[in-house]
């Protein structure tokens, strides 16, 4: 398969605990992208990547949120001191040249859990 | 900024009958439109998209959508659902000069037998 995989698919997880969510972007993706998407609402804009470089981070909804991309592959969104606000799915999406074609390539999704 | 307003979250129609899902946008730019299709606990997969030239696009699974300046509009239309068509929609707008694809809240598609 050589489309964009998140893992994992799903995380239950107790308030304030961290949580990791890793995305493996299609190979030859030069950007990568994370999306906030919760019950009943279209995916929200967090943050994205080209290559290694974070270009926009502004959107991450508090400071507990981070992501990398260390070598400019695979990327990780991290949440700290987890909240039950933080339950949604996080949608990770890659394209290879964006002003070009304009289209995002979606994984399946992590869907997070807070108890 | 570009943002979308999709009218109606929930949507029913008859197999066979027509499918109109509407979308209007808002944007400074000249702007990229873009209709996904999500099936439950799965990712967006991309339905069609417009970004310059033929205002009229044809899509996958027998979708298309006009881009209508005037109008601010990017309604997506399908002439017979199916059964398999029931799953949520989502309208997006971007362009050219940035990297921040603006989501609607979606659309949930419903065919009944």
């Known amino acids: 398969d050589t489309g964009v995989s998140q893992d994992p698919r799903h995380k239950i997880t107790k308030r304030g605990q961290n949580v990791t969510f890793r995305c493996d972007p299609i190979s030859e993706h030069n950007r990568l992208y994370w999306y906030r998407q919760t019950l009943g609402q279209g995916p929200e804009f967090l943050t994205y990547f080209q290559n290694e470089a974070q270009l926009e981070k502004s959107r991450l909804l508090s400071d507990r949120f981070s992501a990398e991309r260390p070598k400019g592959s695979f990327s990780t969104l991290e949440i700290q001191r987890t909240e039950q606000g933080d339950s949604a799915m996080y949608l990770c999406a890659s394209s290879l040249d964006r002003a070009a074609t304009g289209e995002l390539f979606f994984g399946e999704g992590s869907r997070l859990t807070v108890l | 900024a570009q943002s979308v307003t999709q009218l109606g979250s929930h949507v029913s129609v008859s197999e066979g009958a027509l499918v109109l899902l509407r979308c209007n946008y808002s944007s400074s730019v000249p702007p990229y439109l873009f209709w996904y299709v999500q099936y439950p606990n799965q990712g967006l997969q991309l339905l069609l998209k417009y970004t310059t030239g033929a205002t009229l696009v044809k899509g996958i699974n027998g979708f298309e959508a006009e881009f209508k300046k005037s109008e601010t509009s990017f309604h997506l239309t399908k002439p017979s659902a199916h059964m398999s068509d029931a799953a949520e929609y989502f309208c997006?707008?971007?362009?050219?000069?940035?990297?921040?694809?603006?989501f609607g809240a979606g659309t949930r598609l419903t065919v009944k037998p």
């Open positions: 997006a707008v971007s362009a050219y000069n940035n990297n921040d694809m603006r």
